[in-house]
């Protein structure tokens, strides 16, 4: 099983692999952020998106799994959406920390204690590997 992995790797074929990866990857980020933007109070109605789009996430990756047209047609939509607002998310995290008072001259207390700045990449990491699961071959 090992050397058969390895050999679809070397050989570009791991659009199944990178389906499921990404299925897998979105739940348990979405709880994670759920908890974070709870302490944030959900202040931002943006600060639902990633929740909200990790569901469709999921599905797609999982279709893209048991289907190499989801996985060229909707598992890239969806990811593309999920790393976008990833992105996003580092711009508004950013302007979050520049917001409070002291900004980024008080760059100890409000990197610490506002939002994680690159944190949101995390969506965009996921998405990406959704986007390179369309791109690749699917596995013998």
């Known amino acids: 099983m090992i050397a ?7 050989k570009g074929r791991l659009q199944r692999t990178l389906a499921l990866s990404t299925a897998a990857s979105a739940p348990p980020l979405a709880f ?10 959900f202040g931002d109605k943006w600060m ?3 929740i909200v789009l990790a569901p469709p996430l999921t599905i797609a ?5 048991y ?3 989801a996985a060229k047609t909707w598992l890239p939509a969806v990811s593309a959406l999920f ?4 992105a996003i998310g580092v711009l508004t995290h950013f302007r979050g920390v520049q917001k409070r008072p002291g900004g980024f001259r008080e760059a100890t207390y409000n990197l610490v204690m506002g939002p994680p700045l690159l944190a949101p990449g ?6 990406g590997m959704g986007i390179v699961a369309a791109l690749m071959r699917r596995e013998k």
């Open 83 to 86: 790393a976008l607002d990833g």
């Open 122 to 127: 995390s969506l965009c990491l996921v998405g």
């Open 32 to 41: 994670e952020i759920y908890l974070e933007h709870y302490k944030g109070s």
């Open 48 to 50: 639902w998106t990633p």
């Open 61 to 65: 990756g999982i279709a893209g799994f």
């Open 4 to 10: 058969r992995l390895f050999e679809n790797i070397r």
């Open 67 to 69: 289907s190499e047209r």
